[in-house]
């Protein structure tokens, strides 16, 4: 076999049964080859033996050099939810007032991570810096395996959870510090967050070493990245003093396939598996995210907003006798049964429809067939997707027809129907609760002609059908079955810094921005490429800039011209005209904006005036940002701060709550510059200005706002 001559981008899922592991063209991201490995969790270099051995499958298959390598794990998500963490030493810093504050935290002990399994917490206060190393001392005696700082108001100073952390650390002890997790006030979340941080930290930070080690041995010298729980990919350096991002990031690195590889920019992403189907969002090209719940108990942890239905392309079918009453929570893997679609047509002839109870304590209403011999398989909801034919033949889960429909057809009997009744009613069963949840967040977060994405093994089980009764568009992801490692391979590097700070000046916001811009830079992101979204939320005091960066300039090979039917047909179907009422409004040398004049979605908007809608469109073709209701302005770098003053002062709205800026986004370079989440105008002038200062003054520059509803 010949070796690919170019760089290749490898990702890796490491996931609860298999690891999986995919090398991806650096330049055009073409799939080149995917391996699958059994986990070695029984491994003495545990799950790190398992990536060695699906990387050197892959470089035997694929070649090539590789220039970046990321993996996802749900070691820290198991063992948050197993409770299997560490001893955690808590120094409470400070006297008075502080002292008792800080004293109270050691009931973060109380926190159950899983039944009848708390977070063990010892505690240790430190009234005198100078002797910080003898509350490391006292609490590594309680057996604390890693020191937490805390001090009320670190995010303001510092200097006391640096001198513990440095005490800590000169003794060989690990430590943390609540500062070092967030900058947010709020002392009780801010410590619970770093007490998880900490009780994960010495397992991740043994894996990262012996991850590296085998990277090493693997003859890879390119940077080893992880996958967070936001989607985006952190430092390998920056895992090991954070291992808490890396939790909750199971349905992460499939989501960024849905955001790289589909180039999904409006919709929901369904990554189904055998069991359960993770939903989530992408509006306007980003992830949605949010602070997450851990131990019952809200943290300053940021990750996807994922909502998880207990519906599968393994589901089972209750069956009350005359009809399908709902299809899971069990599955065919908690049964230990196979799939009977997947079985040959001629073993399932004359098979009997039976009750089982898959767990002892499950009811005895969930339906399996039995074959001739005794031998039992599950009947699944891929079972009847195949049986209704809505599997498209080059999916995953594609059974042959004719097994579906024979596996189908001891339940179509019981139920007096035929089996395409039959395999409708169980599809209607399970798609019913998935159906709730998509339309919830479509309202919640209005999304504008969302798209449904299937992702995972069992994603033909559920979307197509789906996508039918909701009337919306859908798809399956090229390599569904392995958009997660895809997604860890295309994944950007990603950094959020959150700070308080009251009445924020613009060198305040710059300053945040600036924090993490250089954050992600320090990791390996190509300056040239970063791109950085600043929220600024005056009713909180909150300032929050998130930075995404690739580890080179990503340039896709564009020597096929991209075609221009295509790109006004695809603008025309997302704002839901005419393609020939879409016109080209403006653009620069990556990028291209497109009109029509369309209502708003929603049932008001049937009754409103047409509005502008505006797509920004890259070099690939792909539609990288919606905007209603908007103006577009053409412009350049030297005059984009002020051209922007003026606009921003036509269109700013006031009200009882004050003044509000509109919705500005800027194109500049290869950059889409989010300005939305800023309300204030001197702030968007500022933070404007910070976008375009690198840029040529004459390079033309366009601006989009859009009025505040």
Known sequence: MAFHPGPVRVGIDVGGTFTDAVAVDARTFELLGQVKVPTSHDHEDGVAHGILEALEKLQAEVGGEVSFLAHGTTQATNALLEGDVATVGIAGIGTGFDAFATR??????????????????????????????????????????????????????????????????????????????????????????????????????????????????????????????????????????????????????????????????????????????????????????????????????????????????????RFSGRAVTEVGPRSAHIAGLPYACFEPASALAGAKLVTVSPRPDDPADYVALELSGGRRCALTLTCAANALGVVPDDAYAHAEGESARLALEPLAAAMGATVDEAARAVLEQAVKPVRAVVDGLIAEYRLERPTLVGGGGGAASVTPFLGEKSLRDWRIAAHAEVISPLGAALALVRESVERIVPSPSNADILAVRTEAESAVVAQGA??????????????????????????????????????DLAIRAAVARSIGVRPGEVRELDGTAQHRVFGAKARRTGFLGRFAKPVEQVRVVDGEGVIRLHSTGSIVEHTDAGSAPARLATLADQHTRYGDGGSRAPAVWLLAGPKIADLSGVLDRDQLVALAGAEVKTRAADEPVVLILEDRR
């Open 104 to 317: 109270r935290l050691s009931a973060l002990g109380k926190t159950e991570l899983a039944p009848g399994r708390r977070m063990p917490v010892r505690f240790a206060p430190v009234t005198d810096l100078a002797a910080a190393g003898d509350a490391v001392d006292d609490l590594a005696k309680q057996g604390a395996e890693v020191i937490v700082a805390v001090e009320p108001f670190s995010v303001d100073d510092p200097e006391g959870e640096r001198a513990v952390t440095a005490a800590a650390r000169e003794r060989g002890v690990l430590a943390t510090a609540t500062h070092e997790i967030t900058g947010l006030y709020g002392l009780t979340k801010r410590a619970r967050t770093a007490v998880l941080n900490a009780g994960i930290m010495p397992r991740m930070v043994s894996t990262a070493d012996l991850v590296e080690a085998s990277v090493e041995r693997a003859g890879i010298t390119a940077p080893l990245m992880v996958v967070r729980g936001d989607g985006g990919v952190m430092s390998l350096p920056e895992m090991r003093r954070r291992p808490l991002l890396t939790a909750l990031s199971g349905p992460a690195a499939g989501v960024a396939g849905a955001l790289m590889g589909e180039k999904l920019s409006e919709g929901v992403f369904l990554e189904t598996g055998g069991t359960s189907t993770d939903i989530s969002v992408i509006r306007r090209g980003r992830v949605q995210v949010r602070h997450a719940h851990l131990g019952g108990h809200e943290t300053y942890l940021p990750a996807l907003d994922v909502r998880t239905v207990g519906v599968g392309g393994g589901s089972l079918i």
């Open 526 to 563: 190509d300056p040239a490429g970063v791109e950085v979204d600043v929220t600024v939320d005056p009713r909180r005091n909150l300032v929050r800039a998130v930075a995404t960066g690739a580890t080179e300039l990503r340039t896709k090979d564009r020597s096929s011209t991209v075609d």
